[in-house]
C-alpha cells in the first residue's frame, strides 16, 4: 500500500535550528496539503499545492516557513530559525484530481523544538 | 466553509455499536459529508463519505437525513481498537478545499 509518506517521523531540534520535512504523496495525486496539529486540536490547513504550484497559503505559514513541491511529485517543508512554539505534528495529505475528492493523510512528521 | 458540531467525548463498551451525530446547519449543495478517524501520533484517516441517505462500508454506516442538516456516524460492535479521535467534515465535492476540523470527539471505548 503506497500511501502518503513522510520524514522523519520524528525531529527533536534546538532552538533556532532549521528543520525539512519531506512528503511522498499517493502516486499521481497533483494535489498535496500541509497541516499542523498540536496537542488536543484538530489539524490546521497551511499551504497547498496543485502539481508543483503553490497556490495556497495560510497566515499561519509565517515567513520561516516555506515549502515547495519543485517537480509536482514531493515536497518539503523547510522551519527555519525554529521556536518553540513550533512543537507540532506536519501533516501531508493529497488528493486526485477528481471528483469524490477524499484527501489522504500521511503519518504525521512530530517536531520538537527544545 | 460549513462549520461542524459534535460532542467533545463519548464512551463505550466492547461490542456496542456507537453512534456519533454531527451537525452542520450551515451545508451547502456542493457538499459532502466525511469523516476521518485518528490514532494518537498518527495522520487522519478516512472512514467514510457521504451525500445524503445512508452510505455503508467495511468500517461503518453513515446517515444522512434528507435535510442534511446533521449526519450520524455508526460504528458497529466497536473493540478497544476503536478508541480514536473522530472527525466529521463538511467538503465539496471537487476542487481545492482546507479541510477544517474541529476538536472532535474523542471516543473510549473500555472492555
Known amino acids: 500500500d503506497t500511501g502518503v509518506s513522510q520524514n522523519p517521523r520524528h525531529k527533536i531540534t534546538k532552538r533556532g535550528q532549521n528543520v525539512t520535512f519531506r512528503c511522498d504523496p499517493i502516486?499521481?495525486?497533483?494535489?498535496l496539503y500541509w497541516y499542523r496539529q498540536t496537542l488536543g486540536q484538530g489539524p490546521e490547513f497551511l499551504t497547498y499545492?496543485?502539481?508543483?504550484?503553490?497556490?495556497?497559503k495560510s497566515r499561519l505559514l509565517s515567513d520561516r516557513f516555506s515549502a515547495e513541491r519543485p517537480k509536482g511529485s514531493f515536497s518539503t517543508l523547510e522551519i527555519q530559525r525554529t521556536e518553540q512554539g513550533d512543537s507540532a505534528m506536519y501533516l501531508c495529505?493529497?488528493?486526485?484530481?477528481?471528483?469524490?475528492?477524499?484527501?489522504?493523510f500521511g503519518e504525521g512528521s512530530w517536531l520538537t523544538v527544545v | 466553509l460549513a462549520k461542524t458540531t459534535q460532542p467533545i467525548s463519548m464512551d463505550s463498551y466492547e461490542g456496542q455499536e456507537v453512534n456519533i451525530t454531527c451537525s452542520h446547519n450551515?451545508?451547502?449543495?456542493?457538499?459532502?459529508i466525511t469523516w476521518y478517524q485518528q490514532f494518537p501520533s498518527q495522520g487522519p484517516r478516512f472512514i467514510i463519505q457521504?451525500?445524503?441517505t445512508k452510505v455503508t462500508n467495511e468500517v461503518a454506516s453513515l446517515f444522512i437525513p434528507a435535510d442534511r442538516k446533521s449526519s450520524t456516524l455508526s460504528l458497529p460492535r466497536v473493540s478497544l481498537s476503536d478508541t480514536a479521535v473522530y472527525y466529521c467534515l463538511v467538503v465539496l465535492d471537487t476542487g481545492f478545499q482546507k479541510l477544517v476540523f474541529g476538536t472532535g470527539t474523542r471516543l473510549l471505548v473500555s472492555p
Open positions: 450551515n451545508i451547502a449543495t456542493n457538499d459532502y
Open positions: 495529505a493529497s488528493s486526485p484530481q477528481r471528483s469524490g475528492n477524499t484527501i489522504y
Open positions: 502516486s499521481e495525486h497533483n494535489r
Open positions: 499545492f496543485q502539481n508543483e504550484a503553490q497556490l495556497e
Open positions: 457521504g451525500y445524503k
